[in-house]
């Protein structure tokens, strides 16, 4: 074995200690060339329209087609994966009509902080050992982290566009460490998706278009995280009890069943976020939304957006008892929450007392709260 391929055999090894030790559960190396033909499908998705209102995906996608347009003197990608592997299956809370879904991920510490944390440890080790420069990336940077993956062999991109694992399923999170240490690159892995269709027949608002292809317009993560204004009326009953993210297609992936509960015990499920209740979550106000959501990335979203998921659910629920802290809403300071409430109650009260509420609430200021009122009831006219 030459100098430089037992330098870079060292290193591996090294690597794989500590990420082991740090808590990455994947690791794989890639070259930053790996991925010609992502800026083509990436432009193609923009192009299509596919990103809805997340115009930072098309802000920066030069960068997000090629790693050496984000920092030039890369040499070596190091892909790794954290699984956050659920207890149960996530999906068994649409069955319980008064509570709500929070998508896994979500319901405990920002994966972000803790992931990004970690890859700082572990490249700062290897910074030290390599005697080469290293910057870390997770999710919010523009690096297309799930070709990557692929390319360094940690799974493969499933049907539902999310890295798929023979040994964790869909439930990794990615990071990446860039340097100027010249590694060797892992193999990519192969599509194991085979005939399956089961994450696309899963969705509840048929988000993709074709295999492989994502609409993040139709993506109840998109529609209930991203977007910030009033859920399409289209999607609404689709949601369910969907408050924050989604789940189904990741859930019914079959390569699931060799998935591993997760070991980071900062990813478990809190009791109050597994299936909190929805007629608590109505009575948030924003002190209060901090305080429950501190540390969590549901506090990105803000108490507005938050509540406007949380009435949809409601809307969805058939529960009377929710009719109360749903009419309290309809005076809120933000027309989002106003609007989400009229909706919700158009679903929940009798037709003649929701028409009695609409004439109490004949001025409403916002055209917007006021084209709610009147989708739920069209012969209402304004004074």
Known sequence: MSGASGRAAHLRAFLEVEAKAVGFEAIGIARPDAIPHAPERLQVFLVDGHHGSMDWLQTRSNERGDPATLWSEVRSVIMLG?????????????????????SVYAQNRDYHDVVKGKLKTLAGKFAVRAGADVKVFVDTAPVMEKPLAEQAGLGWQGKHTN??????????FLGSIFTTAELEPD??????????????????????????RLDARRCISYLTIENKGPIPTQFRAAMGNRIYGCDDCLAACPWNKFAQVAAE?????????????????????????????SGSPIKRIGRDRFLRNVLIAAGNSAD?????????????????????AVWALSRLMPFDDFRQLAEAHRHEPDAEVRAEW??????????
Not at 266 to 292: G, H, N, T, V
Not at 320 to 340: S, Y
Not at 374 to 383: I, K
Request: hydrophobic share 45%; charged share 20%; net charge negative.
């Open 320 to 340: 009377a008892t929710l009719i109360a802290p749903c009419r309290a809403l309809l005076t809120d300071p933000n027309p989002l929450v106003r609007g989400a």
């Open 163 to 172: 890295l798929v694992s023979r040994t964790f399923g869909s439930w990794l």
């Open 82 to 102: 954290m699984n956050y592997g659920p207890d149960s299956d996530p999906r068994a809370v649409h069955g319980q009509t008064d509570r709500a879904a929070i």
């Open 374 to 383: 009147h989708a739920a009831l069209p012969l209402f006219e304004e004074a």
């Open 265 to 293: 015990a900062k990813f478990a499920a809190r009791d109050d976020l597994r299936a909190p209740q929805l007629a608590e979550l109505l009575q948030l106000d924003d002190p209060a939304f901090r305080s429950l959501f």
């Open 187 to 212: 193999a990519a892995d192969l599509d194991h998706c085979g005939r399956c269709t089961a994450c696309q027949t899963a969705c509840p608002t048929d988000a993709f278009p074709a295999p492989y």
